[in-house]
Nanobody
Framework: QVQLVESGGGLVQPGGSLRLSCAAS????????MGWYRQPPGKERELVAL???????NYADSAKGRFTISRDNAKNTVYLQMNSLKPEDTAVYYC???????????????WGQGTQVTVSS
């Protein structure tokens, strides 16, 4: 079993910054990819940013230029640095990871419980 624990959410004013962290623990052989998703009130969950084990990154258009995803492989941790935050960034942010728990085993997908980010004056 793999657990993902997010931290760093909270209330911030427009234009402010937050850094989200997600630490993976449990049975892990390797992490193929880690990413951040968000679900605004009344809307569907959407991808914000993704980073693979090869450090390739992808961003949603709304995040590009403002958000930066990075990972620390030694700590099995992914970060999301969010700058120039806007009210429309308000959402529950979820960590997601594709994990190989054993050598040559199929990749499994895991979700964190989510952390609330509220951007408001």
């Amino acid at each position: 079993q793999v657990q993902l624990v997010e931290s760093g959410g909270g209330l911030v004013q427009p234009g402010g910054s937050l850094r989200l962290s997600c630490a993976a623990s449990g049975s892990i052989f390797s992490i193929v990819a880690m990413g951040w998703y968000r679900q605004p009130p009344g809307k569907e969950r959407e991808l914000v940013a993704l980073v693979t084990s090869g450090t390739n990154t992808n961003y949603a258009d709304s995040a590009k230029g403002r958000f930066t995803i990075s990972r620390d492989n030694a700590k099995n941790t992914v970060y999301l640095q969010m700058n120039s935050l806007k009210p429309e960034d308000t959402a529950v942010y979820y960590c997601n990871a594709d994990v190989r728990v054993l050598w040559l085993s199929p990749v499994k997908n895991f979700w964190g419980q989510g952390t609330q980010v509220t951007v408001s004056s």
